[in-house]
């Protein structure tokens, strides 16, 4: 990925550009879906939404039809490709790792004041579990969506216990979707995690955040870079390193993308960690941390 | 056939001899229940040049015969019926049951007179209105509880357990058939003040007497024959047949993408329609109405398409970083052969006493 660190801006890059791409076409698309399934019901002249400037179409249920259709295209595509782009990349940061359940309990119990959050990797194990539950949910919808699409276009007598269970999965899927969409945005609100909100916007956020709250990532970072100065130095084992090649290094760790080096990769992070493996100053809580408001 | 808007030159005797003509030539002048219950799509046809709205009769047979296979369907309806929030429509028809002269949830067909004018000859012709079990119907595909559905037979049925009577199924139906009975369904157990409004009654074509291999009521019932039912290919033949034999008109073959109901008549449909006054209950017969959906088509086939869209994108962005990582590789190497062979160059030059320029 493209993460890395430019010390001199006081930033980490956390997200390429195709990474911010994905997620606000999946977001806005996805707002767009939740609006025109909703009109999808008949409550537009019921509740007198469509006498809202503007909202005339809510009661159409062609026009919103049309609306849930053309932001569907954003959707799936978006989701399709994001699958089918990491799934060959090999980025694995925002899967599940053991513990996950349990730390994230300690870490939502820290928003609150009781105890301390551990040191974080890029992601937090919350948001680990969230990208799994959004992705089934997304799966659900898109799967039973695009039958019933199928249903409307080709087979309005397709057997009726597989349209009932389409309806009813996008129904269901509906309902998990907004709570979900409501939650994510709720957590992203959560003081501690606001300073990600930048990240998610620009592309990086502030290094000394990061180096407080997501210390794993950073050493994951700072790793990969070390790991590109060993190899400089194992092609000339014989010779100390000269004048030059330490200038390079240092340039290493300072701005070097972890794509190029890294093994094993997160969506945007370099070789996960273990706690322990990482240096016992990063192990610590980092609850002391003064967070940004 | 003709064109809907150009008028038949045929007199009354013509026009009752070419109907029974066609009838006893076709050999479908009663189909056998095996048809009516034999796989694939089933369609009814409904010829007007039969139908004479069983004149001594004080309720016309078919629609008397609905009402009695269809009396108890409705259950007992909540009272007080929940008064919907914000808007507070409330339609009750169970007080009104006995109406049979226009479409409610206790009447699911009703025969509207039609008297036009035929070349300066006032003639009469009578028209059974009820739901045209249409071949991508609307209001089935879109319900968003999948309460109503096109069965494998072709009837369009709504499942009154399932439907929260919001009436979506009426608003995408271009005669707007389906009619409402508040105080009844499942939306009295869930919030019946803010959610659903009752259950949406209409002709489900005797699904139930279909699969115990009867016709339905209605046909059963008519005296004169004027409708019919079977495969959905024999009936078609035998409409288009029978409008052209009596060089006449066909409606619901084209109509909201086509349909499961075929009237033939020897009046055009523009001037039956002429005649009715759309209103609740009360459907016209306008010719080539189109299908609501299909302005929704293109964008369905683009979201069919999307999955395979993203899939390729994915795999291109994914194989182009590959290459690109490799290109980086090799570049990087290159660079650190160079270096390598500077170092080898000092390293001589030292020995030499050299330097390199």
New interface residues.
């Given amino acids: 990925m493209s993460d890395r660190i430019v010390r001199e801006q006081n930033r980490v890059i956390r997200h390429s550009v ?1 990474e911010l791409a994905e997620h606000w076409t999946v977001a806005l698309s996805g707002l767009a879906l939740i609006v025109s399934g909703m009109f ?3 409550m537009g ?4 939404i469509n006498s809202i400037p503007g909202l005339a179409w809510s009661a159409d ?2 026009v919103s ?2 609306v849930h ?2 932001a ?3 959707f ?14 090999g980025d694995r940061g925002l899967m599940p790792r053991k513990g996950d359940l349990l730390t994230s309990i300690e870490v939502i119990k820290s928003f609150f004041g009781e105890g301390k959050e551990p040191p974080f990797h890029k992601y937090l194990p919350e948001q680990r579990l969230a990208y799994v539950g959004m992705a089934f949910i997304i799966a659900m919808l ?1 799967v039973s ?2 039958v019933k ?5 080709y087979a ?2 397709l ?2 216990a597989v ?2 269970w ?3 999965a996008h ?1 269901i899927g509906f309902v998990l979707f907004v709570l979900a969409f409501v939650a994510h945005i709720g957590a992203i609100l959560l003081k501690p995690n606001r300073p990600m909100l930048r990240g998610i916007l620009t592309g990086s956020v502030r290094l000394d955040y990061a180096e407080h709250r997501h210390p794993l990532w950073i050493e994951e970072v700072e790793g990969a870079s070390r790991e590109v100065k060993a190899e ?1 130095a194992a ?2 084992p014989q ?1 100390p390193a ?1 004048p030059e090649q330490v200038l390079v290094a240092a340039d290493a760790v300072q701005e070097v993308p972890v ?2 080096q890294a093994g094993d990769r997160d969506i945007g992070a370099g070789a996960p960690k273990e706690p322990g493996e990482a240096g016992s100053d990063i192990t610590k809580p980092c609850g002391e941390f003064p967070r940004e408001g | 056939m003709k064109k809907s808007n150009e008028l038949p030159r045929l007199s009354r005797r013509a026009f009752l001899t070419a109907s029974a003509g066609a009838l006893a030539a076709s050999g479908l002048a009663w189909p056998s229940v095996a048809q009516a219950k034999g796989a694939g799509k089933l369609a009814t046809l409904i010829d007007l040049n039969l139908c004479d709205g069983c004149p001594n009769k004080e309720v016309p047979a078919c629609v008397a015969a609905c009402k009695t296979i269809n009396r108890d369907k409705i259950p007992p309806v909540a009272d007080p019926i929940p008064v919907p929030w914000p808007r507070k429509t409330v339609e009750d028809w169970s007080r009104k049951r006995e109406v049979f002269d226009r479409l409610t949830p206790y009447n699911y067909l009703y025969v509207h007179q039609a008297d036009v004018d035929v070349d300066g000859v006032p003639k009469t012709v009578f028209v059974p209105r009820r739901c045209m079990h249409c071949d991508n119907p609307a209001c089935a595909t879109i319900c968003p509880f999948a309460a109503n559905h096109k069965h494998e037979n072709g009837a369009v049925v709504i499942d009154q357990d399932l439907c929260f009577g919001g009436a979506k199924c009426k608003a995408v139906c271009p005669w707007e058939i389906p009619q409402r009975q508040s105080g009844v369904g499942i939306y009295l157990h869930v919030l019946p003040d803010y959610m659903g409004n009752g259950v949406m009654y209409k002709c489900d074509l005797c699904y139930d007497r279909l699969g115990r291999g009867k016709e339905p009521g209605c046909i059963e019932a008519c005296p004169q024959k004027a409708m019919l039912i079977g495969p959905r290919n024999e009936m078609l033949a035998e409409a288009e047949r029978r409008a052209q034999q009596m060089n006449g008109f066909l409606y619901g073959r084209d109509e909201n993408g086509g349909t499961s109901t075929f009237y033939v008549s020897p009046v055009p449909f523009d001037r039956i329609n002429a005649t009715m006054k759309k209103g609740p209950g009360r459907p016209d017969m306008k010719p080539g109405v189109e299908r609501r959906m299909a302005g929704t088509d293109s964008l369905a086939k683009a979201v069919l398409a999307a999955p395979a869209v993203g899939i390729v994108a994915g795999a291109a962005g994914a194989l182009q970083w590959l290459s690109d990582r490799k290109a980086r590789g090799e570049k990087d190497e290159k660079k650190d052969e160079k270096k390598d062979e500077k170092k080898d160059g000092k390293k001589d030059g030292k020995k030499d006493g050299k330097k390199d320029v």
């Fill in positions: 195709v999808q019901l008949p002249s019921r509740y007198y249920y062609m039809l049309n259709y053309a569907s295209i954003l799936v595509a978006a989701a399709l490709f994001h699958t089918v782009y990491h799934g060959l990349r898109i969506g695009l699409t199928y249903k409307n276009l309005p007598d057997s009726y349209v009932l389409a309806t009813w129904n400089s092609m000339t010779e000269g794509e190029e």
